[in-house]
């Protein structure tokens, strides 16, 4: 199986080294929170719930906090959060796909036109970038938790699409609808997962200079820091050696 990268992947690993765990927990917070009123309090009964606490605790969230997140979801019962899909493209004509949780449409969507008009972008319609991507399940797991033979064996054996493993986790892509079966098959041998969920991966990715190439980044960040975004995938191909330089700053 061959490997891949993409911005969601950069993203978890630069969230783990990132200084602003506040902001980084804050978000954890809310997809535990919805997920927990949307379903079941049993992270065994409710996949979505299961995914967040598993990314808050690779996170290290405090316990007390996650506990604190799902019984938000029964004290602030008229709290509704909305999850709305935006779509552009940024700098460079970069395809941009934006998943957000929100409890207030309006401020949500001037908030990213904003942005994307500081960087030269365009906010589309539904559908004007989501043809460039394609979902599919994606499991993250930290390198430490098991060996790059065990986890291809098992990932192989559940029915995924790719595996592949680089210097900090393990990443299988899945098809969307086999992806549950896939991660299921994964927890009986591993319990905590840098993230797991339906991503955007893109179909084709376009390759920049280092310096169009940062520009980029800035832009995604800016998009990654605003409270009521979740996720960001781009189309942008990021080497190796000018994602190491980036991230370690």
């Not at 690779?58 to 999850?83: C, F, H, Q």
């Not at 449409?105 to 970038?129: D, P, W, Y």
């Not at 993250?140 to 493993?165: P, T």
Request: aromatic share 8%; hydrophobic share 35%.
């Amino acid at each position: 199986m061959a490997g891949h990268s993409h911005w969601a992947g950069i993203k978890h690993r630069k969230g783990r080294a990132d200084k602003q765990r506040s902001k980084i927990f804050s978000k954890l917070s809310k997809e535990i929170t919805v997920a927990a009123k949307l379903g079941s309090k049993d992270p065994d009964m409710n996949p979505r719930l299961r995914s967040a606490i598993q990314a808050a605790r690779t996170a290290n969230m405090p316990k007390d906090n996650i506990e604190r997140a799902i019984n938000k979801s029964e004290v602030n019962k008229n709290l509704n959060y909305t999850s709305l899909v935006y779509e552009g493209f940024g700098p460079e004509k970069i395809a941009i796909i934006i998943e957000t949780l929100t409890d207030n449409k309006n401020r949500t969507a001037s908030k990213i036109r904003t942005i994307f008009q500081k960087f030269g972008g365009n906010l589309g319609e539904s559908g004007a970038a989501s043809h460039q991507f394609k979902q599919a399940g994606v499991i993250r797991i930290d390198k430490k938790k098991i060996s790059e033979n065990n986890i291809f064996d098992i990932a192989s054996n559940g029915g995924a699409e790719d595996c592949f493993s680089d210097s900090l986790y393990h990443e299988i892509i899945t098809a969307k609808d086999n992806f549950y079966k896939v991660k299921i098959a994964i927890e009986k041998k591993v319990h905590d997962f840098v993230s797991s969920g339906i991503e955007w991966i893109p179909i084709n990715k376009i390759s920049l200079d280092k310096e169009k190439t940062k520009s980029v980044l800035n832009f995604l960040e800016e998009l990654e820091n605003d409270d009521d975004v979740q996720n960001v995938y781009a189309n942008i191909d990021i080497q190796n050696d000018f994602k190491t330089k980036n991230l370690e700053k």
